[in-house]
T-cell receptor
Framework: AQTVTQSQPEMSVQEAETVTLSCTYDTSENNYYLFWYKQPPSRQMILVIRQEAYKQQNATENRFSVNFQKAAKSFSLKISDSQLGDTAMYFCAFMKQGGTALIFGKGTTLSVSS | ETGVTQSPTHLIKTRGQQVTLRCSSQSGHNTVSWYQQALGQGPQFIFQYYREEENGRGNFPPRFSGLQFPNYSSELNVNALELDDSALYLC?????????????FGNGTRLTVT
């Protein structure tokens, strides 16, 4: 069975600073997808970034980038130039290739202050 | 493009009762997945429907059941409600059933069982 671990329950950062959220996972699969989702108080889960395990290049989406270390089973999210609107719960998630279920971590609450 | 909509937004039920939650998928999407998110936790996969058939199921008892209709909207039914069923129920739609298409989530239904 796959597991996803987020070891930082809460983090805080000032506007314009950079913050990194950690995620590790455990799987025996070789082909899979990794995701970071953001859940603001509105409750809607929003996809931030996605990484295919077969791709060595780290995914980037504007201010968001990942550090994917397949051998270490690590998948951290870096948020650059943090904005107040980045305040939310962030979930790391795993899906095996050909699978139907997202396996989520317990989340990290990120607070961005001015 | 219409996003994923869920109804109702909030619901209070008594232990032992039955509940039906509804989800309209994003236009063009043929797959619906349901997740249960307990307070302070990450979402847990309940099941997925693809072209009106259950296509995958998480570790939930049979009293959790679902339907998908020809227009790809979906229902989640929970019988014999228990206090531990209190949670946010998230619906997500996607195109195809194997993780290639990103999941788009609704805002969820908050169920409270007393």
């Amino acid at each position: 069975a796959q597991t996803v671990t987020q070891s930082q329950p809460e983090m805080s950062v000032q506007e314009a600073e950079t913050v990194t959220l950690s995620c590790t996972y455990d799987t025996s699969e070789n082909n899979y997808y990794l995701f970071w989702y953001k859940q603001p108080p509105s409750r809607q889960m929003i996809l931030v970034i996605r990484q295919e395990a077969y791709k060595q290049q780290n995914a980037t989406e504007n201010r968001f980038s990942v550090n994917f270390q397949k051998a270490a089973k690590s998948f951290s999210l870096k948020i650059s130039d943090s904005q107040l609107g980045d305040t939310a719960m962030y979930f790391c998630a795993f899906m095996k290739q050909g699978g139907t279920a997202l396996i989520f971590g317990k989340g990290t609450t990120l607070s961005v202050s001015s | 493009e219409t996003g994923v909509t869920q109804s109702p937004t909030h619901l209070i039920k008594t232990r032992g009762q039955q509940v039906t939650l509804r989800c309209s998928s994003q236009s063009g999407h043929n797959t619906v997945s349901w997740y249960q998110q307990a307070l302070g936790q990450g979402p847990q996969f309940i099941f997925q429907y693809y072209r009106e058939e259950e296509n995958g199921r998480g570790n939930f008892p049979p009293r959790f059941s679902g339907l998908q209709f020809p227009n790809y909207s979906s229902e989640l039914n929970v019988n014999a409600l228990e206090l531990d069923d209190s949670a946010l129920y998230l619906c997500a739609s996607s195109l195809g059933d194997r993780g290639l298409s990103p999941l788009h989530f609704g805002n969820g239904t908050r169920l409270t069982v007393t």
